[in-house]
């Protein structure tokens, strides 16, 4: 067990992060914010140039195809943890401790949560026209462009409540990735904490709010016809609040409760 922490421990560890971010002040916290939107859509983008370019391993083995999307997705939510960056998903649950614990109040988490979603939309949606648009990675009739383009129309036609759910679970799985990354203590056991759960939720095709503010946006760029009041509506905002319950009422409140300080 010297390799990693112990729960209760983990749950201290970030007590200590959230109460740190609650009192950046807000240009910090934005700017960390927009970084964590650019790395994660970076992973979303070399996922879909890997899994959407294989055209034949996704229509003759879609089992594998969702499993290749997924296994590189994870280089985004590495690269936020490992350099210390800023995610509104995870802060729904790491947010959730202090709160719990009543060493902060609703306006400390809401600010949080706030600063972290905007800036992370700057991060994705800059990234989604910089590196996915700009450079022409997606060029016309190419398989990943037809693959990215049906992703986002994917995602777009789901009722509300089936995207509602699937972002719970897509964020107690992210929150799961960073509490076990928490518990290791060297870099490689962070990245295996953090792959396999990122690695199945993408899998799975549950929805987070974040990699879609880069997918759909850069569907929208190479030609996807909706206006922003679909993107936001049909997807954003289901998305949106079953990550915060995932987050915050399956992973943070829970462990903040069982893992209690003084004990």
């Known amino acids: 067990m010297t390799g990693m922490l112990a729960p209760a421990a983990i749950v201290d560890y970030v007590e200590h992060s959230a109460l740190d971010k609650a009192a950046m002040p807000l240009a910090r916290l934005g700017v960390m914010a927009m970084i964590g939107g650019m790395f994660i859509s970076l992973g979303g983008l070399l996922a879909l140039i890997v899994a959407g370019g294989s055209p034949e391993l996704m229509a003759n083995n879609p089992g594998l195809g969702k499993f290749v999307f997924g296994a590189v997705f994870p280089l985004g939510f590495i690269a936020v943890v490992l350099t210390g960056v800023d ?37 994705a949606v800059f990234t989604a026209w910089a590196f996915a648009y700009m450079t022409g990675v997606f060029k016309p009739d190419d398989a990943a462009t037809h693959y990215l383009l049906s992703l986002a129309q994917h995602k777009l036609e789901n009722p509300f409540v089936v ?44 929805e987070h709010s974040i990699a879609n503010m880069f997918f759909i946006p850069a569907a929208m760029l190479v030609g996807l016809d909706v206006s922003w009041g679909d993107f936001v509506w049909n997807n954003l905002l289901p998305a949106t609040l079953g990550n915060v319950v995932g987050g915050a009422l399956f992973i943070g409140l829970p462990y903040a409760w069982i893992f209690r300080s003084e004990e």
């Not at 802060?91 to 401790?97: E, F, G, S, Y």
């Not at 400390?108 to 700057?122: H, K, L, P």
């Open 163 to 206: 995207t509602f759910f699937k972002g719970i679970l897509a964020n107690v799985l992210v929150c799961v990735a960073a509490w076990q990354a928490y518990s290791a203590k060297d870099t490689l056991g962070r990245m295996m904490g953090i792959w396999l759960p990122v690695m199945a939720f993408v899998a799975l095709g549950m």
């Open 87 to 123: 995610l509104f998903t995870s802060n729904c649950a790491t947010q959730m401790v202090p709160l719990q614990r009543a060493k902060l109040v609703w306006q400390d988490v809401t600010r949080v949560w706030g600063i972290s979603y905007a800036g992370n939309f700057i991060g």
